[in-house]
């Protein structure tokens, strides 16, 4: 679970440590923070057996409303909601599974991977690869099953 959490910490502390108006201090204190809060959050909601299984309890969202988690991670450091909304995306969903964190920027974008069971990746786009990949996912699972994705199996079977 630690390489998982530190790979979602990591993907959200470097929106944090790229504005101008965050101290060092204050991103690392978010950092330790933030993956506390989480390890504490999954402990009992962690199954390597069954990675889907706790995939939604999981979820890390941010939909013009700041994750709760998230919040008290940044009031921990110093950083208030409206600081951290006007640092973050306004729409970024991150799904920490076991062997596998991704995240989505907005709505409708494409599922990138952070983690992928061997090797982190430190990119914010997703590469072709990783829609074959998402076939075998929780995502992919997600996707198929919500009315509002009707286009996606094509993409995640194709």
Known sequence: MKIELRSAVDFLSNFIRISKYVTDEQLCNFRESLLDLLQNKYENHWFPEKPCKGSG???????????PTVREAGSACGLNQKALEDILPKELTMWVDPKEVSYRLGENGSIGIIFDGTVRINS?????????????????????????????PTLVQG
């Open 57 to 67: 309890y999981r979820c890390i969202r941010l939909n013009h409303n700041m994750d």
């Open 124 to 152: 914010f786009y997703a590469s072709p690869a990783s829609h074959n990949r998402l076939q075998h996912s929780c995502k992919g699972k997600v996707f198929i099953s919500r009315d509002n994705f009707q286009q996606m």
